[in-house]
C-alpha cells in the first residue's frame, strides 16, 4: 500500500520523525505550545497529540517492518492502538500533574 506515492513504512518513519522533533521543540517551547492547544481544555494537550504522533509512526514502521500484517490491516491497528496507550497515560499521569500543578500554583 502506498500513501502520496510513498511506501507506508517511510509515512510511518516520517510521522516517528516528526513527533521526536514535536517533541524536543516542546521541551523548548512548552507554554506557548499548550497555549495553542488550551482551547480543548484537558482532553486535548500538547504531550497528548505528540505522544500519539510518535505512536503511531513507531507502531506502524515496526508493523511494516515484521509484515505481520497487511498495510491497511497496519494502519487501523496503529491508529486504534495509538489512542488506546494515549488515552490511558492522558488520564493517568498527564491530567492529574496538571491538576496538581494548577492547585500548586494557587497556593493550596
Not at 9 to 23: E, N, P, W
Not at 42 to 47: H, M, P, Q, R, Y
Amino acid at each position: 500500500m502506498e500513501l502520496f506515492g510513498l511506501p507506508m513504512s517511510v509515512v510511518y518513519l516520517v510521522l516517528l520523525f516528526t513527533g521526536v522533533s514535536l517533541a524536543f521543540l516542546y521541551i523548548v517551547m512548552g507554554e506557548w505550545m499548550e497555549g495553542l492547544l488550551n482551547f480543548a481544555g484537558d482532553a486535548l494537550n500538547a504531550v497528548s497529540l505528540i505522544g500519539y504522533i510518535t505512536l503511531l509512526g513507531g507502531l506502524g514502521y515496526v508493523g511494516e517492518v515484521l509484515g505481520i500484517a497487511p498495510s491497511a490491516v497496519i494502519l487501523i491497528a496503529s491508529i486504534i492502538l495509538a489512542a488506546v496507550i494515549m488515552a490511558l497515560i492522558n488520564y493517568n499521569v498527564v491530567i492529574p500533574l496538571k491538576r496538581k500543578r494548577r492547585k500548586e500554583r494557587r497556593g493550596w
